[in-house]
């Protein structure tokens, strides 16, 4: 489910998708937002707090670190970026066109 919270964030609820899957969606999300909006991504996979930093890191967005709103479930924030740089639609580690 993504929810946007009046005044809040947006939230990508991944379920029980790998992430390499919610990255993908998670690129198509923050592609229509605005530069500085929150993002919270649930996410079950336990590479997530390694791979949203790095996606992060490789795409300019802001990584803001784990999330405890949706405990006992795993979450983590962004801040998405004015500048950030394009990767491929279907590949979340490779550059690529927006």
Same mark, same amino acid.
Request: proline residues 10%.
């Given at each position: ?26 690129? %198509?999300?923050?592609?229509? +937002? &605005? ?6 991504? =649930? /996410? #079950? $996979? ?26 006992? %479930?795993?979450?983590?924030? +962004? &801040? ?6 394009? =990767? /491929? #639609? $279907? ?8």
């Amino acid at each position: 489910m993504n929810a946007p919270i009046p005044g809040g964030p947006v939230v990508l609820d991944g379920g029980d998708r790998w992430c390499v899957q919610l990255l993908i969606e998670l690129r %198509r999300l923050v592609t229509g +937002l &605005a530069p500085g909006t929150v993002v919270h991504l =649930i /996410a #079950a $996979d336990p590479a997530a707090p390694i791979d949203l930093p790095a996606w992060c890191h490789l795409t300019g967005h802001t990584y803001l670190g784990p999330v405890g709103a949706y405990a006992p %479930r795993a979450a983590y924030a +962004l &801040a998405v970026a004015a500048e950030a740089r394009s =990767i /491929a #639609a $279907d590949r979340p580690w490779h550059r690529g066109d927006r």
